[in-house]
């Protein structure tokens, strides 16, 4: 598989919320971020079972989705110098985002 550009990333990010919420994005970037080169920079948080949001896809009033995950992800934190959490990061799930909804 072709590996995709930060320019492709982003524009696929657009289109998939577009289908998802029915209406045009809100403003999406595409970051990078550092990972520590070493595991002990990383804090293990814990798993994730299901992930919840308020969405008012199509057109609804503001709607809470559950959605339990078949496999767990991990919750990791990231460290800044001064020992402050600067970044969350979730690993280890497959989610695909359709315009029914979430799938994973």
Known sequence: ???????????????????FH???????????????????????????PEIKYISDKWGRRPTLYR???????????KLNDQGRVSTIIISGLNINITKEGLLG
């Open 67 to 77: 959605h339990t995950l078949k496999k767990h992800g991990n919750i990791l934190a």
């Open 22 to 48: 029915q209406k045009d994005s809100a403003k999406i970037t595409f970051d990078r971020i550092d990972l520590p080169e070493k595991k002990d920079k990383l804090i293990f948080v814990g798993k994730i």
């Open 1 to 19: 598989m072709k590996k995709r550009s930060p320019k492709q990333k982003t524009e696929l990010a657009i289109d998939k919320y577009k289908k």
